[in-house]
Nanobody
Framework: QVQLVESGGGLVQAGDSLSVSCAASGGTFSTYAMGWFRQAPGKEREFVSSISKSGLVTKYADSVKGRFTISRDNAKNTVYLQMNSLKPEDTAVYYC????????????????????WGQGTQVTVSS
């Protein structure tokens, strides 16, 4: 059983940067692909970014491509999401998730592929 704990959320202004982290415990972190999803008030949860267990493959939603960067440190059991040029529409609760992917180069964008979820961290971007 994997436990995921997000941190680093907060209130920032449009154009600012923010980094959120997700620390994993209870499993072998390097065997999981990881993903970030977000849910804004009144909206469905949506894919933001994902990274393969090796870190060699990354994927981004079109809405964040070029502004957000996902990375992982398998030695620290942590996945990061660096968010630059933040916009008010990025306001949401950000969740990390772990995928027991069988293949080395998989970084899924589908919530259905993820087995474990964190509790989320709030990111608020004011205009």
């Amino acid at each position: 059983q994997v436990q995921l704990v997000e941190s680093g959320g907060g209130l920032v202004q449009a154009g600012d940067s923010l980094s959120v982290s997700c620390a994993a415990s209870g499993g072998t972190f390097s065997t999981y692909a990881m993903g970030w999803f977000r849910q804004a008030p009144g909206k469905e949860r949506e894919f933001v970014s994902s990274i393969s267990k090796s870190g060699l493959v990354t994927k981004y939603a079109d809405s964040v491509k070029g502004r957000f960067t996902i990375s992982r440190d398998n030695a620290k059991n942590t996945v990061y999401l660096q968010m630059n040029s933040l916009k008010p529409e990025d306001t949401a609760v950000y969740y990390c998730a772990a995928d027991r992917a069988a293949w080395t180069f998989i970084a899924s964008a589908s919530m259905a592929d993820y087995d474990y979820w964190g509790q989320g961290t709030q990111v608020t971007v004011s205009s």
